[in-house]
């Protein structure tokens, strides 16, 4: 029977199959993003649970022979699909290491490492965004926990606006809470008014035009029908279908005027402010009441990690505190976000800094930044290729357009481009639509990703799309 008492020491030497694995896959990874054998690779782990199991070694070998050909590289430099940044060498290795020994992130108690690089990070990544040091924040799994951990705090801040705990007393007897945002929203902050109890038909979207563009007019009088009642305001810093920002600013400036809470979802565009090329497009961000963002996006840390930082961090503990005879009684990270157990998440991030610091991070971002200008530059100065939108970050929204096709019939060949880049697999990109056509969407924020990457892009979709015109 196997059994892994009895065969401690294949511990070890299961991770040396991981560690040659590494050496092969990591040399491989400007690779094709996905093989044509990847849907069937994945369909063979189909058998019925074993009796016997295979052991240690033989598990760990099937996982990486045939695990490595179902899975996709997102973590490469080709890799466009959606706002998916890859691994730093020094976050990947602290992330094996945060495996290895395995920590609760939750208390003092439980880990002083991961309590004590998890306070260290948060104040380095203040820093970086330049928001006050006396926020204080979370990690969480990503931006959807960390627009839902931010927009609790929001939730509770409401509740006492009306002198009710609501997270003692709930919402019942209450009116609606009033959100008010542009047509940028983001779906994961939908989730996370789901989630809450607030609900997504709560949304008020003040809205310019078809690109979702804020109206702050709108806005202004929205707040005025209010006539003082207390809202959340959401303002998008980094738009997902062309990298577009909120006038933030000037948001930040109704929303005090008018007694509200402005909450910026910053999953990506926050990291405008690591640079002073783009740092002016999210102007303002450190007069909100609370901000996101995501490590697995530019921060290029492993799967899964975000961030939520919070002006009045008291909120959060009044939300997510918990009380139990076998829990700490001191405020610790565990009654700040919704997790009681957590991952150690905190070493990969603290690594990445310590590693690179400010300016290996800006070069990071503004490397990809030159990738996403260049890219545009290139749509723009092509007969068969036609720019969305403006590209003001890291975003390029285009379309394949070549003479001869009708505009009733762009769309279509847009989607059959997209399938094709999938299942072709030497680049990864989606397609979206942006004022009612359909384009490509890719989004630089690997650290890997150079202009070479963004041409093979452009060069994958204009052969694909010349082959079926």
Sequence with gaps: MPDPLNAPEEAVAALELVLDHARGYLAELEGPVRTPAADAAARSFTRALPEEGDGTLPAVRQLLDRGTEAHVRSSGPRFFHWVVGGSTPAALAADWFASLIDQNAGAWDSSPLAIQLETLSLAWLQELFGLPASWGGVLTTGATMANFTALGAARQWWGEQHSVDVAAK???GLPPVPVLTSGFLHVTSLKALAMLGIGREQVTYCRADESGRLDLGGLDRELKRLAGE?????????????????????????????????????????????????AALAAGIERADSVISDGHKW??????????????????????SATATYLPQEEVFAFRGPELSRRARSLAVWATLAAYGRSGHRAIVERCLDVAAHVAREVEAADDLELLAPAPLNIVCFRYRPRG???????????????????????????????GRIGFRPAFVNWRTTTTDGDLLLATVRELGHRLV
Excluded at 311 to 318: K, Q
Excluded at 414 to 435: A, K
């Design 170 to 172: 709930g919402l019942a």
């Design 230 to 278: 207390p809202a959340i305001v959401i303002a998008n810093a980094g738009e997902v279908n062309a990298g577009h920002f909120d006038p933030i600013a000037e948001m930040s400036d109704l929303a005090h005027e008018h007694g509200a809470w402005l909450h910026v979802d910053g999953a990506f565009g926050l990291f405008a402010r690591v640079s002073p090329r783009t």
């Design 299 to 320: 921060l290029n840390i492993p799967f899964d990690c975000g961030f939520a930082f919070v002006r009045d961090p008291a909120l959060l503990t009044a939300v997510f």
């Design 405 to 435: 096709v009708s505009e009733d019939a762009l769309d279509a060949l847009n989607l059959e481009i997209g399938q094709r880049v999938l299942t072709d697999g030497r680049v990864y990109v989606g397609t979206t639509r942006w004022c």
